[in-house]
């Protein structure tokens, strides 16, 4: 019997990647399969970002980079937080990641253990708490209500915070609800953690572009007093239709950039260099894709909303931000996990079971809407008739 380490019985995993093999390999049966469940753009990478990482290759960046990115692309982060949130961030703060993932991974190690807390949104994304348990700290769910349109409450989550507390996540827009809390929450979240000086902030906006009905998305960089203890996570994969190139970013402060940037030499080196070089041309290059691509998720948005609120049995408050839409099922009967996978064999529509993201996510189920909307069309007609034929198990 090997012996190996205990914490890796505790380490978690994504749902949603199962469920994406699982509905893959129904499709490769000859199944019809219309997929609202991996939280992907189904666009392209746009054209120009692609030919952006070829044409570096050819100019021969095949070899590693610096550990903490190529300096124009830290430069150029720098300038779009500037741009885009009026914030000022250094690119010696810039780090750029194999993905949004790794920020999470590694400032979580940079805080858990046994003995302290760390606290994360339910429902939120999985791999939070999965990585906590990895640590060894307690996982403190906070929770996040459908009846504050799945904003967090700085009042519950300061009220959570004890002498144990090392971080707080924090994610808006959020996966799995597309819930956005408003600028008055996060004020009144900031000025309570300036009594706790000592709580870290990791702060996941990976959705950032992705907010609707003319809402500003809140940049907590934005915030001097917690500056010196806020990590941010975001990167091109969700905005720039880059999920499978494995590209992000984080600012860290102060020792932690150290701490972030030795943990990359030990872990990947560095990022792919021609990815670095796509990253460059789609945040100094033209916008209008990505303006596109958003407003395309608005329209669907309306759609899945309205197509969700017919259903029997089933309301969906509006999300303000992502891609995703979490309806409550609970006047259906069904268990949210029953109805997902029962939907996914029964009719072939992909959805993700709300208890995937947490214990408070009984009772929902998560659609995202990067799907086409005559596909979107199509999964609400298939689980209408499902739901008004079908009994709960
Ligand atoms: N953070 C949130 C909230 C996400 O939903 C996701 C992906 O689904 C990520 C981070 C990870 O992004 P990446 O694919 O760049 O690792």
Aim: glycine share 8%; net charge neutral; aromatic share 8%.
């Amino acid at each position: 019997m090997l012996k190996t380490v205990a914490a890796f019985d505790r380490i978690g995993e994504e749902n949603a990647f199962a469920v994406l093999a699982r509905a893959n390999a129904l499709a490769a049966q000859g199944r019809d399969i219309i997929s609202l469940g991996i939280g992907q753009p189904d666009f392209r990478t746009p054209e120009f970002i692609v030919e952006a990482a070829i044409k570096a290759l050819r100019d021969g960046h095949h070899g590693y980079t610096a550990a903490n990115g190529i300096p124009p692309l830290r430069e150029a982060v720098a300038a779009d937080l500037h741009k885009r949130h009026k914030v000022e961030v250094s690119p010696d703060n810039v780090m750029i990641m194999p993905g949004g993932k790794p920020t999470m991974f590694m400032s979580i190690l940079m805080f858990g253990e046994p003995g302290v807390e760390i606290m994360y949104p339910d429902p939120g994304f999985p791999i939070y708490r999965s990585m906590i348990e990895f640590t060894g700290a307690e996982p403190i769910p906070v929770p996040i209500r459908e009846e504050n349109g799945f904003a967090f409450s700085a009042e519950e989550t300061l009220k959570l915070i004890t002498p144990k507390t090392r971080l707080i996540i924090i994610n808006s827009p959020a996966n799995p609800t597309g819930g956005v809390t408003p600028k008055s929450e996060v004020d009144k979240l900031v000025a309570g953690l300036e009594k706790w000086p000592n709580v870290a902030i990791m702060s996941d906006e990976i959705y950032d572009h992705m907010v609707y009905d003319g809402e500003k998305h809140v940049c907590l960089l934005s915030y001097p007093s917690i500056r010196d203890r806020l990590i941010l996570l975001n990167g091109w994969s969700k905005t720039y239709a880059m999920t499978g190139w494995r590209l992000g970013y984080a600012i860290f402060p102060g020792k932690l950039y150290d701490y972030a940037r030795k943990l990359a030499v030990n872990l990947h080196s560095c990022v792919n260099a021609s990815a670095q070089f796509a990253g460059l041309a789609a945040l100094t290059g033209p916008q209008d894709e990505v303006a596109s691509m958003i407003a395309e998720f608005d329209k669907r948005r309306n759609v899945v909303v309205d197509g969700l609120n017919k259903l029997p049995g089933v309301s969906c408050v509006v999300p303000k931000g992502a891609f995703y839409a979490f309806p409550n099922i609970k006047r259906t009967g069904w268990k949210a996990k029953d109805l997902a996978t029962t939907l996914l064999n029964e009719t072939g529509v992909v959805t993700i079971g709300g208890p995937d993201f947490g214990i408070l996510g009984e009772g929902y189920i998560r659609l995202s809407y990067a799907n086409s909307t005559e596909n979107i069309l199509k999964a609400l007609g298939r689980m209408n008739e499902f739901l008004s034929t079908r009994k709960a198990a």
